[in-house]
């Protein structure tokens, strides 16, 4: 199994930065799409950011020219840097990867516990 453990959020005053890390551990082969997605009371989950393992980047237009993700793949560990935040940023920010348990097992997906972001106005 993937275990994934997320941390940075907080409490930050708009215009602030904050910056994320998730850490992946447990038995697994290796591990492909690394990702960021967040959730805004009474809305529903949003993509924010994605990495391939490749390092090529992809981030949500929301989010563009603010937020930068990035990957360690030695440390198995994806970041956001969160620069520039605004009240609407505000959400609870959830890392996502695709990894697979062994060389020969399907790609699966797996979801970390989330983190709180609150920007301030």
């Known amino acids: 199994q993937v275990q994934l453990v997320e941390s940075g959020g907080g409490l930050v005053q708009a215009g602030g930065s904050l910056r994320l890390s998730c850490a992946a551990s447990g038995s697994f082969f290796g591990i492909s799409i690394m990702a960021w997605y967040r959730q805004a009371p009474g809305k529903q989950r949003e993509f924010v950011a994605s990495i391939t393992v490749g390092s090529r980047p992809n981030h949500a237009d929301s989010v563009k020219g603010r937020f930068t993700i990035s990957r360690d793949n030695a440390k198995n560990t994806v970041y956001l840097q969160m620069n520039s935040l605004k009240p609407e940023d505000t959400a609870v920010y959830y890392c996502?990867?695709?990894?697979?348990?062994?060389?020969?097992?399907?790609?699966?997906?797996?979801w970390g516990q989330g983190t709180q972001v609150t920007v301030s106005s």
């Open positions: 996502y990867v695709v990894a697979s348990l062994s060389r020969s097992a399907p790609l699966k997906d797996y």
